[in-house]
T-cell receptor, first 111, second 114 residues
Framework: QKEVEQDPGPLSVPEGAIVSLNCTYSNSAFQYFMWYRQYSRKGPELLMYTYSSGNKEDGRFTAQVDKSSKYISLFIRDSQPSDSATYLCAMIRGSNYKLTFGKGTLLTVNP | GAGVSQSPSNKVTEKGKDVELRCDPISGHTALYWYRQSLGQGLEFLIYFQGNSAPDKSGLPSDRFSAERTGGSVSTLTIQRTQQEDSAVYLC????????????FGPGTRLTVL
């Protein structure tokens, strides 16, 4: 079993839809949880970063962490065609540690 | 300000040749990471530098892979006797290293081994 599992999709939604992206993990040592967005042929770009269980909101994006279930989510409200990208969840034990990534979910938002 | 830069952006080589990939981290970032992204395996850690030393090399797949960092800045990843399975995008990331967990990625080097 991989440490981090993420459904690769692809996921295709109409513009304006609410998108839900999820990851599960098995290692209780993970303390920090990130979502990266990666456009085609570009490097990953940090989107959201959370520590501990709970919600964090940034504009149209909400990240949720449930440590008891080892489950994290990213919600995108009012999705736009410019949100079309691969979304990668990533986790880390602490500073100066490696990131462990999910395989990424390819999202397409259709105008 | 400038982000992480990597060169070359693309590299095509023949099986058995050596290649060098370069990473320039964000100025002042003491921590530097190399990752590899391939279709089948996703994004995988290779090596981590703090300053010029590498306390974690656990992700290097074989002894054909090596990396160094000089002056606490530029890093070079070297792959000797390249194999077709080395074809992937090699990504570099940096962070401040001062209790920071956020890593900032460069655009990557796309390596194709023929």
């Amino acid at each position: 079993q991989k440490e981090v599992e993420q459904d690769p999709g692809p996921l295709s939604v109409p513009e304006g839809a609410i998108v839900s992206l999820n990851c599960t993990y098995s290692n209780s040592a993970f303390q920090y949880f990130m979502w990266y967005r990666q456009y085609s042929r570009k490097g990953p770009e940090l989107l959201m970063y959370t520590y501990s269980s709970g919600n964090k909101e940034d504009g149209r994006f909400t990240a949720q962490v449930d440590k008891s279930s080892k489950y994290i989510s990213l919600f995108i409200r009012d999705s736009q065609p410019s949100d079309s990208a691969t979304y990668l969840c990533a986790m880390i034990r602490g500073s100066n540690y490696k990131l462990t990534f999910g395989k990424g979910t390819l999202l397409t938002v259709n105008p | 300000g400038a982000g992480v830069s990597q060169s070359p952006s693309n590299k095509v080589t023949e099986k058995g040749k050596d290649v060098e990939l370069r990473c320039d981290p964000i100025s002042g970032h003491t921590a530097l990471y190399w990752y590899r992204q391939s279709l089948g395996q996703g994004l995988e850690f290779l090596i981590y530098f703090q300053g010029n030393s590498a306390p974690d090399k656990s992700g290097l797949p074989s002894d054909r892979f090596s990396a160094e960092r000089t002056g606490g800045s530029v890093s070079t990843l070297t792959i000797q006797r390249t194999q077709q399975e080395d074809s992937a995008v090699y990504l570099c990331a940096s962070s401040t290293g001062q209790g920071a967990t956020e890593q900032f990625f460069g655009p990557g080097t796309r390596l194709t081994v023929l």
